[in-house]
């Protein structure tokens, strides 16, 4: 079955410092993957999303490049800020895109 | 509503009690999820409705858990018997029929957070 694999936290970084994230997956033919952000105290919601290889997702100055030859799509910020301290879960449709599984989720704190 | 709700936001029970947590979609969102997130974990999921039919039962952990949906809108997922490892935020999420498939896009709610005693 299909699984998202992504780093554990948190991650603690300083105000604009450079954010990486990653994200490994494991699916049959061809999902469509996504960034969802859940900050405290509220639901989670999409941030960005990439359907097919080669894509890139952009959102609020974050990034991630659908890479189908190393089944990746790490998410990158050039300058986090305070307000993006929230946890980032990466995850991927099945093929009938009926629904989306979840990686575990990776806490970002950032300091200012 | 303007957003997916959830009631209650928190429940606390003994064990071997029943709980009914309840989702009101966004309205016109004819799919509705559930999920499951334990403590320091991911986002499990429970099932999946289109309309009132419930296509995709593959995630509920056991008998002891039920959904249901009527009128294309709200949604009640009930755990009977609850054990302490049912103890968990309830997540639930609404979207477009089709819209899955080319957005992505789920509406969450704030959760339901169950802590069985």
């Known amino acids: 079955g299909n699984s998202v694999t992504q780093m554990e936290g948190p991650v603690t970084l300083s105000e604009e410092a450079f954010l990486t994230i990653n994200c490994t997956y494991t699916a049959t033919g061809y999902p469509s993957l996504f960034w969802y952000v859940q900050y405290p105290g509220e639901g989670l919601q999409l941030l960005l999303k990439a359907t097919k290889a080669d894509d890139k997702g952009s959102n609020k100055g974050f990034e991630a490049t659908y890479r189908k030859e190393t089944t990746s799509f790490h998410l990158e910020k050039g300058s986090v800020q305070v307000s993006d301290s929230a946890v980032y879960f990466c995850?991927?449709?099945?093929?009938?895109?009926?629904?989306?599984?979840f990686g575990g989720g990776t806490r970002l704190m950032v300091k200012p | 509503g303007a957003g997916v709700s959830q009631s209650p936001s928190n429940k606390v029970t003994e064990k071997g009690k029943d709980v009914e947590l309840r989702c009101d979609p966004i309205s016109g969102h004819t799919a509705l999820y559930w999920y499951r997130q334990r403590l320091g974990q991911g986002l499990e999921f429970l099932i999946y409705?289109?309309?009132?039919?419930?296509?995709?039962k593959s995630g509920l952990p056991s008998d002891r858990f039920s959904a249901e949906r009527t009128g294309e809108s709200v949604s009640t997922l009930t755990i009977q018997r609850t054990q302490q490892e049912d103890s968990a935020v309830y997540l639930c999420?609404?979207?477009?029929?089709?819209?899955?498939?080319?957005?992505?896009?789920?509406?969450f709610g704030e959760g339901s957070r169950l802590t069985v005693l």
């Open positions: 999420a609404s979207s477009l029929a089709t819209g899955l498939a080319r957005t992505g896009e789920l509406f």
């Open positions: 409705f289109q309309g009132n039919s419930a296509p995709d």
């Open positions: 995850a991927l449709t099945d093929n009938a895109g009926n629904m989306l599984t």
